[in-house]
C-alpha cells in the first residue's frame, strides 16, 4: 500500500488507538508512533505520523478483478461502479526532541498522550506530547526521567491493568518496574518501584500480561523466558521458566485472547508457542524464518494469527489453527500449513510492526532500510474458509 523513505531509519513504530473519519470523505486518519535512530551525532526524535488510508469500498459485481478473482477492497482505484478510492498518504505532524537513539517507543494505553521511551546509556523517559511543540525546539525535555538501568534497554510495556504502571528490561540484565504515579513537581526524577535480577544475562523484551495484572514476562540473552508474579516478596527469581531455545530470547508475546499462550522469537530462527500450566516444553515450534526473530504480536481479533518480524527482512503472518494439517508436496514447498502469509518488502532488518486496531489487518513495518511501509492483506486471504490463493493475491 505505502513505503514511505524517512530521513533515518526508526527502530520503533505503533499505531495509537484512536481513528479520525471524516463523514464527507472517501478515506480515515490514522495515527503513528515512530523514533529515530541516526549517527554522526545528529538530532534524534520521537516522531507522530498521521497516515491518510482508504475507506474500504463496498462490493459492487461491477468492480469484480478476473485476475484476483476479487470485487473491490482496499486499493481498488475507481472502477466500474465509479467509487473513488483516495490514495494513502502519510506525513510527520510532530517531532520531539529526544537524547540520543529512541529504542523503543510505546504510548500508555490509559492515556495515549503519554509516551515512554528507552534511549542510550539506559534512560527511560515519559513525555507528555501536549506539552510539546510540533516542530523540534532543540532541546530535549521529558517531562519525567525514570532513572536506574545503567546500560540501554528495548524492552519496554505499560500495564493495561493499572495507569502509570511501567516495566523495562535492559542490558543490565535486570528487569525494573516502575509508577510514575510517583511524579512530584519538585523533581521529575522517579527511581525504581521494584528491581529484579531473576536473569543473568541481557533482557531483550519484558511484557505485562493483558489479563492477569500480576504477571509479567521476560526474556533474555540467557535463553530464558521467565514469568514474574509480582506479589512474590522474592526479586531474585522468577514465578517460572522455561528453556526451549538454542539462541537468544529476543522477544515474547501474550495472546490477548487466550490466558494461557504465548509465543517467543530467537536468535535460532524459530518462534516458539507456550502453555504457562505447562512450561516444561514447548507446544510447538513455528519455522520459517532464515534469520533472528525480533518482534512478535498477536492479531487483535483473531485468537489464532501471529505476526513475528525477523532480520531476514520479512514479517510472516502464521496460523496456529492450521497447525498439522495435511499437506501435498507442493504445498510442502511454501512452508508449513500455519505459514499464512509473508511481506518481503523491505531491504534490510525488520525492527518494529503493529498491528492496526482499527483496520485490524492493516499492518506498519519499519526497518533499518529507513522505510516505513504500510499495508494490507488481500481481502482473499483473510476470508473464511479461504482455499488456495496465487502468489499475487497475497498483498494489496
Known amino acids: 500500500m505505502l513505503s514511505n523513505a524517512l530521513d533515518w531509519p526508526t527502530l520503533t513504530t505503533q499505531w495509537f488507538p484512536d481513528k479520525q473519519s471524516h463523514p464527507d470523505k472517501n478515506y480515515s486518519t490514522h495515527r503513528l508512533l515512530l523514533g529515530t535512530h541516526t549517527s554522526n551525532e545528529a538530532d534524534n526524535y520521537i516522531q507522530i505520523a498521521h497516515v491518510q488510508l482508504p475507506n474500504p469500498v463496498a462490493p459492487d459485481v461491477r468492480d469484480y478483478d478476473e485476475e484476483k478473482e476479487e470485487i473491490g477492497g482496499h486499493g481498488t482505484a475507481g472502477g466500474a461502479a465509479g467509487k473513488?478510492?483516495?490514495?494513502?498518504?502519510?506525513?510527520?505532524?510532530?517531532?520531539?526532541d529526544h537524547p540520543g537513539e529512541v529504542n523503543k517507543a510505546r504510548?500508555?494505553?490509559?492515556?495515549?498522550?503519554?509516551?515512554?521511551?528507552?534511549?542510550?546509556?539506559?534512560?527511560?523517559?515519559?513525555?507528555?506530547?501536549?506539552?510539546?511543540?510540533?516542530?523540534?525546539?532543540?532541546?530535549?525535555?521529558?517531562?519525567?526521567?525514570?532513572?536506574?538501568?545503567?546500560?540501554?534497554?528495548?524492552?519496554?510495556?505499560?500495564?493495561?491493568?493499572?495507569?502509570?504502571?511501567?516495566?523495562?528490561?535492559?542490558a543490565d540484565t535486570t528487569v525494573r518496574l516502575w509508577d510514575?504515579?510517583?511524579?512530584?513537581?519538585?523533581?521529575?526524577?522517579?527511581?525504581?518501584?521494584?528491581?529484579?535480577t531473576h536473569h543473568n544475562n541481557v533482557v531483550n523484551d519484558v511484557q505485562h500480561h493483558p489479563l492477569h495484572q500480576?504477571?509479567?514476562?521476560?526474556?533474555?540473552?540467557?535463553?530464558?523466558l521467565q514469568v514474574l508474579d509480582v506479589r512474590q516478596e522474592s526479586t531474585e527469581k522468577s514465578a517460572c521458566i522455561?528453556?526451549?531455545?538454542?539462541?537468544?530470547?529476543?522477544?515474547?508475546?501474550?495472546?490477548?485472547?487466550?490466558?494461557?499462550?504465548?509465543?517467543?522469537?530467537?536468535?535460532?530462527?524459530?518462534?516458539?508457542?507456550?502453555?504457562?500450566?505447562?512450561?516444561?516444553?514447548?507446544?510447538?515450534?513455528?519455522?520459517?524464518?532464515?534469520?533472528?526473530?525480533?518482534?512478535l504480536a498477536w492479531h487483535p481479533f483473531e485468537e489464532a494469527i501471529l505476526g513475528s518480524g525477523s532480520y531476514d527482512r520479512r514479517i510472516i503472518f502464521w496460523d496456529l489453527s492450521k497447525v498439522g494439517e495435511e499437506q501435498t508436496p507442493d504445498d510442502q514447498e511454501d512452508g508449513p500449513p500455519e505459514l499464512m502469509f509473508m511481506h518481503g518488502g523491505h531491504t534490510n532488518h525488520v525492527s518494529d510492526f503493529s498491528w492496526n486496531m482499527n483496520d485490524p489487518w492493516v499492518a506498519c513495518s519499519a526497518a533499518e532500510d529507513n522505510l516505513i511501509q504500510?499495508?494490507?492483506?488481500?481481502?482473499?486471504?483473510?476470508?473464511k474458509d479461504t482455499e488456495d490463493v496465487a502468489t499475487e493475491e497475497l498483498e494489496e
Open 374 to 383: 504500510v499495508w494490507r492483506v488481500a481481502n482473499a486471504l483473510v476470508a
Open 214 to 224: 500480576f504477571l509479567i514476562g521476560t526474556v533474555s540473552d540467557d535463553l530464558t
Open 242 to 295: 522455561a528453556t526451549g531455545h538454542e539462541e537468544a530470547v529476543n522477544s515474547l508475546a501474550f495472546n490477548p485472547a487466550s490466558e494461557f499462550i504465548l509465543a517467543t522469537g530467537s536468535s535460532d530462527r524459530t518462534i516458539g508457542i507456550w502453555d504457562l500450566r505447562n512450561l516444561n516444553v514447548k507446544l510447538h515450534a513455528l519455522e520459517g524464518h532464515r534469520d533472528a526473530v525480533q518482534s
Open 180 to 196: 510514575i504515579n510517583q511524579f512530584t513537581k519538585t523533581s521529575k526524577t522517579i527511581a525504581p518501584k521494584t528491581t529484579y
Open 84 to 96: 473513488d478510492v483516495a490514495s494513502i498518504k502519510f506525513s510527520i505532524v510532530q517531532k520531539i
Open 107 to 170: 504510548y500508555m494505553p490509559q492515556n495515549p498522550n503519554m509516551i515512554a521511551s528507552m534511549g542510550v546509556e539506559g534512560r527511560v523517559m515519559i513525555w507528555d506530547k501536549t506539552k510539546h511543540t510540533s516542530i523540534p525546539t532543540g532541546n530535549a525535555n521529558p517531562q519525567m526521567d525514570l532513572k536506574g538501568h545503567t546500560e540501554e534497554g528495548f524492552g519496554l510495556s505499560w500495564s493495561p491493568h493499572e495507569q502509570g504502571h511501567l516495566a523495562t528490561g535492559s
